[in-house]
Protein backbone atom coordinates (compact mmCIF):
# COMPACT_ATOMS: atom_id res chain seq x y z
CA UNK A 1 0.00 0.00 0.00
CA UNK A 2 1.34 3.43 -0.84
CA UNK A 3 1.85 6.02 1.61
CA UNK A 4 -0.47 9.02 0.77
CA UNK A 5 -3.01 6.76 -1.47
CA UNK A 6 -5.52 8.94 -2.92
CA UNK A 7 -4.19 11.81 -0.45
CA UNK A 8 -4.59 15.67 -1.53
CA UNK A 9 -1.37 17.32 -0.79
CA UNK A 10 -0.39 21.16 -1.42
CA UNK A 11 3.18 21.63 -1.84
CA UNK A 12 4.52 25.65 -1.62
CA UNK A 13 8.01 26.63 -2.81
CA UNK A 14 6.88 23.56 -4.68
CA UNK A 15 8.73 25.14 -7.58
CA UNK A 16 12.75 24.35 -5.69
CA UNK A 17 14.68 22.12 -5.12
CA UNK A 18 13.27 20.59 -1.55
CA UNK A 19 9.39 21.13 -2.68
CA UNK A 20 10.16 19.53 -6.31
CA UNK A 21 11.76 16.32 -4.39
CA UNK A 22 9.10 16.03 -1.91
CA UNK A 23 6.54 16.48 -4.55
CA UNK A 24 7.67 13.92 -6.63
CA UNK A 25 7.53 11.39 -3.62
CA UNK A 26 4.40 12.53 -2.64
CA UNK A 27 3.16 11.40 -5.97
CA UNK A 28 5.06 8.38 -6.26
CA UNK A 29 3.06 7.33 -2.68
CA UNK A 30 0.23 7.79 -4.59
CA UNK A 31 -0.92 11.38 -3.78
CA UNK A 32 -1.93 14.04 -5.51
CA UNK A 33 0.11 17.20 -5.82
CA UNK A 34 -0.77 21.30 -5.99
CA UNK A 35 2.64 22.55 -6.43
CA UNK A 36 2.54 26.25 -5.31
CA UNK A 37 5.34 28.96 -6.19
CA UNK A 38 5.82 32.46 -7.38
CA UNK A 39 8.02 31.86 -9.70
CA UNK A 40 6.49 30.57 -13.04
CA UNK A 41 8.76 29.52 -15.39
CA UNK A 42 10.64 27.33 -13.22
CA UNK A 43 6.91 26.14 -11.60
CA UNK A 44 5.60 25.12 -14.77
CA UNK A 45 9.37 23.20 -15.82
CA UNK A 46 8.65 21.46 -12.67
CA UNK A 47 5.16 20.36 -13.39
CA UNK A 48 6.35 19.23 -16.42
CA UNK A 49 9.63 17.36 -15.34
CA UNK A 50 7.64 15.82 -12.96
CA UNK A 51 5.46 14.48 -15.75
CA UNK A 52 2.58 12.87 -13.84
CA UNK A 53 -1.19 13.34 -14.00
CA UNK A 54 -1.31 13.98 -9.92
CA UNK A 55 0.17 16.72 -10.02
CA UNK A 56 -0.66 20.02 -10.86
CA UNK A 57 0.34 23.84 -10.10
CA UNK A 58 -1.08 27.11 -9.28
CA UNK A 59 1.39 30.55 -9.51
CA UNK A 60 0.80 32.60 -6.01
CA UNK A 61 2.74 34.64 -3.41
CA UNK A 62 2.47 32.69 -0.22
CA UNK A 63 2.91 35.94 1.50
CA UNK A 64 -0.11 37.80 0.27
CA UNK A 65 -3.09 36.49 1.25
CA UNK A 66 -5.52 36.74 -1.81
CA UNK A 67 -2.83 34.73 -3.37
CA UNK A 68 -2.99 32.21 -0.74
CA UNK A 69 -6.73 31.86 -0.66
CA UNK A 70 -6.46 31.65 -4.31
CA UNK A 71 -3.87 28.60 -4.21
CA UNK A 72 -5.76 26.78 -1.96
CA UNK A 73 -9.64 27.11 -3.92
CA UNK A 74 -7.63 26.13 -7.04
CA UNK A 75 -6.63 22.62 -5.04
CA UNK A 76 -10.27 22.31 -3.29
CA UNK A 77 -11.64 22.80 -7.59
CA UNK A 78 -9.59 20.57 -8.94
CA UNK A 79 -9.33 17.47 -5.86
CA UNK A 80 -11.81 18.19 -3.21
CA UNK A 81 -10.69 18.24 0.33
CA UNK A 82 -7.16 18.86 1.39
CA UNK A 83 -5.27 16.39 3.46
CA UNK A 84 -1.47 17.18 3.67
CA UNK A 85 -0.23 21.23 3.36
CA UNK A 86 3.72 21.44 3.04
CA UNK A 87 4.74 25.12 3.99
CA UNK A 88 8.15 25.04 2.17
CA UNK A 89 8.71 28.08 0.40
CA UNK A 90 11.94 29.94 1.59
CA UNK A 91 14.22 33.03 1.04
CA UNK A 92 17.67 32.95 2.88
CA UNK A 93 18.48 37.54 3.23
CA UNK A 94 21.76 38.59 3.98
CA UNK A 95 24.23 37.90 6.48
CA UNK A 96 25.15 41.14 7.80
CA UNK A 97 25.80 42.89 11.37
CA UNK A 98 22.56 44.00 13.65
CA UNK A 99 23.62 47.64 12.55
CA UNK A 100 23.80 47.05 8.45
CA UNK A 101 20.84 44.59 8.88
CA UNK A 102 18.37 46.02 5.96
CA UNK A 103 14.82 46.28 7.45
CA UNK A 104 13.31 45.52 4.34
CA UNK A 105 15.41 42.09 3.85
CA UNK A 106 14.46 41.58 7.36
CA UNK A 107 10.35 41.98 6.40
CA UNK A 108 10.33 40.07 2.87
CA UNK A 109 12.27 36.81 4.94
CA UNK A 110 9.71 36.88 7.43
CA UNK A 111 6.98 37.79 5.05
CA UNK A 112 7.91 34.45 3.19
CA UNK A 113 8.54 32.09 6.23
CA UNK A 114 6.26 33.38 8.98
CA UNK A 115 3.51 35.04 7.23
CA UNK A 116 3.27 32.41 4.50
CA UNK A 117 3.03 29.50 6.80
CA UNK A 118 0.66 31.31 8.92
CA UNK A 119 -1.46 32.40 5.62
CA UNK A 120 -1.25 29.15 3.72
CA UNK A 121 -2.60 27.25 7.78
CA UNK A 122 -5.37 30.21 7.85
CA UNK A 123 -6.74 29.44 4.51
CA UNK A 124 -6.03 26.02 3.98
CA UNK A 125 -7.23 24.36 7.47
CA UNK A 126 -11.20 24.82 7.12
CA UNK A 127 -10.48 23.02 4.03
CA UNK A 128 -8.92 20.24 5.24
CA UNK A 129 -9.84 16.50 6.30
CA UNK A 130 -9.97 15.17 9.71
CA UNK A 131 -7.17 13.43 10.26
CA UNK A 132 -4.56 15.17 8.01
CA UNK A 133 -1.20 16.30 8.63
CA UNK A 134 1.13 20.25 7.96
CA UNK A 135 4.46 20.07 7.95
CA UNK A 136 6.40 23.03 8.33
CA UNK A 137 10.05 23.12 6.66
CA UNK A 138 11.81 25.21 9.43
CA UNK A 139 15.77 24.43 9.48
CA UNK A 140 18.33 23.54 11.75
CA UNK A 141 18.53 27.23 12.21
CA UNK A 142 15.64 27.36 14.26
CA UNK A 143 17.87 25.40 16.94
CA UNK A 144 20.95 27.83 16.66
CA UNK A 145 22.03 31.62 16.78
CA UNK A 146 24.82 32.67 14.56
CA UNK A 147 25.80 36.40 14.08
CA UNK A 148 24.47 38.00 11.27
CA UNK A 149 21.78 35.79 9.80
CA UNK A 150 19.11 38.04 11.78
CA UNK A 151 16.16 37.47 9.70
CA UNK A 152 16.46 33.70 8.53
CA UNK A 153 17.36 32.10 11.89
CA UNK A 154 14.87 34.40 13.96
CA UNK A 155 11.86 33.56 11.12
CA UNK A 156 12.65 29.79 11.73
CA UNK A 157 12.50 29.91 15.11
CA UNK A 158 9.43 31.36 14.68
CA UNK A 159 8.37 28.94 12.66
CA UNK A 160 8.24 26.66 15.78
CA UNK A 161 6.00 28.93 17.57
CA UNK A 162 3.43 28.51 14.73
CA UNK A 163 3.99 24.60 14.56
CA UNK A 164 3.10 24.49 18.22
CA UNK A 165 0.00 26.29 18.63
CA UNK A 166 -1.09 25.02 15.50
CA UNK A 167 -0.79 21.65 17.15
CA UNK A 168 -2.75 22.17 19.75
CA UNK A 169 -5.90 23.72 18.12
CA UNK A 170 -6.06 21.19 15.70
CA UNK A 171 -5.42 18.00 18.17
CA UNK A 172 -9.13 17.33 18.48
CA UNK A 173 -9.55 17.19 14.55
CA UNK A 174 -6.76 14.87 14.53
CA UNK A 175 -4.75 16.89 12.32
CA UNK A 176 -1.10 16.41 13.04
CA UNK A 177 1.46 19.60 12.64
CA UNK A 178 4.95 19.27 12.66
CA UNK A 179 8.19 21.11 11.74
CA UNK A 180 11.29 19.61 9.77
CA UNK A 181 14.60 20.86 10.46
CA UNK A 182 16.92 20.11 7.72
CA UNK A 183 20.56 20.87 7.82
CA UNK A 184 22.53 22.10 5.32
CA UNK A 185 21.18 20.77 1.76
CA UNK A 186 23.87 19.90 -1.44
CA UNK A 187 21.49 22.57 -3.78
CA UNK A 188 21.47 26.12 -5.19
CA UNK A 189 19.74 27.68 -1.67
CA UNK A 190 22.29 26.42 0.19
CA UNK A 191 25.40 27.01 -2.07
CA UNK A 192 24.30 30.45 -2.72
CA UNK A 193 24.39 31.16 1.08
CA UNK A 194 28.08 29.37 1.75
CA UNK A 195 29.09 31.75 -1.37
CA UNK A 196 28.02 34.91 0.45
CA UNK A 197 29.22 32.94 3.94
CA UNK A 198 32.91 32.29 2.49
CA UNK A 199 33.01 36.19 1.53
CA UNK A 200 33.11 36.75 5.38
CA UNK A 201 34.98 33.82 6.40
CA UNK A 202 37.61 33.73 3.80
CA UNK A 203 37.38 30.01 3.92
CA UNK A 204 35.38 27.59 1.83
CA UNK A 205 31.57 27.72 2.57
CA UNK A 206 31.16 24.01 1.96
CA UNK A 207 33.46 22.94 3.78
CA UNK A 208 32.81 24.93 7.01
CA UNK A 209 29.43 23.35 7.00
CA UNK A 210 30.68 20.28 6.77
CA UNK A 211 33.09 20.22 9.62
CA UNK A 212 29.72 21.39 11.35
CA UNK A 213 28.04 18.09 10.78
CA UNK A 214 28.43 14.84 12.27
CA UNK A 215 27.74 12.43 9.41
CA UNK A 216 30.55 14.73 7.63
CA UNK A 217 27.94 15.97 4.36
CA UNK A 218 25.12 18.16 3.08
CA UNK A 219 21.66 15.92 2.93
CA UNK A 220 20.22 15.55 -0.53
CA UNK A 221 16.67 17.04 -1.14
CA UNK A 222 15.42 13.07 -1.30
CA UNK A 223 16.37 12.50 2.24
CA UNK A 224 14.77 15.38 3.02
CA UNK A 225 11.46 14.56 0.97
CA UNK A 226 11.61 10.66 3.00
CA UNK A 227 11.07 12.81 6.32
CA UNK A 228 8.58 15.11 4.87
CA UNK A 229 6.75 11.57 3.75
CA UNK A 230 7.19 10.07 6.96
CA UNK A 231 5.24 13.14 8.74
CA UNK A 232 2.59 13.88 5.84
CA UNK A 233 1.81 9.90 6.14
CA UNK A 234 0.17 7.79 9.08
CA UNK A 235 3.56 6.21 9.95
CA UNK A 236 3.73 9.40 12.05
CA UNK A 237 0.34 8.94 13.89
CA UNK A 238 1.56 9.74 17.13
CA UNK A 239 3.47 12.59 16.50
CA UNK A 240 2.46 16.18 16.80
CA UNK A 241 3.72 18.90 17.99
CA UNK A 242 7.56 18.14 17.29
CA UNK A 243 10.70 19.15 15.34
CA UNK A 244 12.12 16.78 13.05
CA UNK A 245 15.92 17.31 12.56
CA UNK A 246 16.83 15.89 9.59
CA UNK A 247 20.73 17.33 9.88
CA UNK A 248 23.47 14.65 10.17
CA UNK A 249 23.65 15.60 13.80
CA UNK A 250 24.41 19.33 13.65
CA UNK A 251 21.90 20.83 16.32
CA UNK A 252 22.95 17.61 18.35
N1 LIG B 1 18.74 24.32 1.14
C1 LIG B 1 19.04 24.15 2.40
O1 LIG B 1 20.19 23.89 2.76
C2 LIG B 1 17.95 24.28 3.44
C3 LIG B 1 18.25 23.91 4.75
C4 LIG B 1 17.27 24.03 5.72
C5 LIG B 1 16.00 24.50 5.39
N2 LIG B 1 15.74 24.85 4.11
C6 LIG B 1 14.39 25.34 3.80
O2 LIG B 1 13.83 24.53 2.81
C7 LIG B 1 12.83 25.27 2.09
C8 LIG B 1 13.00 25.02 0.61
O3 LIG B 1 14.27 25.50 0.22
P1 LIG B 1 15.12 24.90 -1.00
O4 LIG B 1 16.41 24.50 -0.46
O5 LIG B 1 14.32 23.92 -1.77
O6 LIG B 1 15.35 26.24 -1.83
P2 LIG B 1 14.79 26.70 -3.27
O7 LIG B 1 15.24 28.10 -3.45
O8 LIG B 1 15.16 25.68 -4.29
O9 LIG B 1 13.20 26.67 -3.08
C9 LIG B 1 12.47 27.70 -2.48
C10 LIG B 1 11.24 27.98 -3.33
O10 LIG B 1 10.40 28.93 -2.64
C11 LIG B 1 9.85 29.78 -3.63
N3 LIG B 1 9.38 31.03 -3.04
C12 LIG B 1 10.13 32.02 -2.48
N4 LIG B 1 9.35 33.04 -2.11
C13 LIG B 1 8.07 32.68 -2.40
C14 LIG B 1 6.80 33.31 -2.25
N5 LIG B 1 6.70 34.55 -1.73
N6 LIG B 1 5.70 32.66 -2.66
C15 LIG B 1 5.78 31.42 -3.20
N7 LIG B 1 6.96 30.77 -3.39
C16 LIG B 1 8.08 31.40 -2.99
C17 LIG B 1 11.00 30.01 -4.61
O11 LIG B 1 10.54 30.50 -5.85
C18 LIG B 1 11.61 28.62 -4.69
O12 LIG B 1 11.06 27.85 -5.73
C19 LIG B 1 13.00 26.73 2.53
O13 LIG B 1 11.99 27.07 3.46
C20 LIG B 1 14.36 26.74 3.20
O14 LIG B 1 14.46 27.73 4.18
C21 LIG B 1 16.68 24.75 3.14
Known amino acids: M???????CVVTGGAGSIGRATASLFAAQGAKVM????????LNSATADLDNDNISCVVADVTDAR???DAVEATTTRWGRIDVLFSNAGNFGVVRPIADYPEDVFDAVYAVHVKGAFLLCKYAVPQMNDGGSIVINSSVAATRGDPGVYAYI???HAQVGLMR???????????????????????????????DLQNIIGRDGT?????????????????IARS?????????SFTTGSMLMADGGMSA
Open 2 to 8: RQLEGKI
Open 35 to 42: LVDLAEAE
Open 67 to 69: SVR
Open 154 to 156: TAK
Open 165 to 195: CLSKELAPRRIRVNTIHPGPIDNGFQFAVEK
Open 207 to 223: EFFNELIPLGRHGRPDE
Open 228 to 236: VLFLASDQS
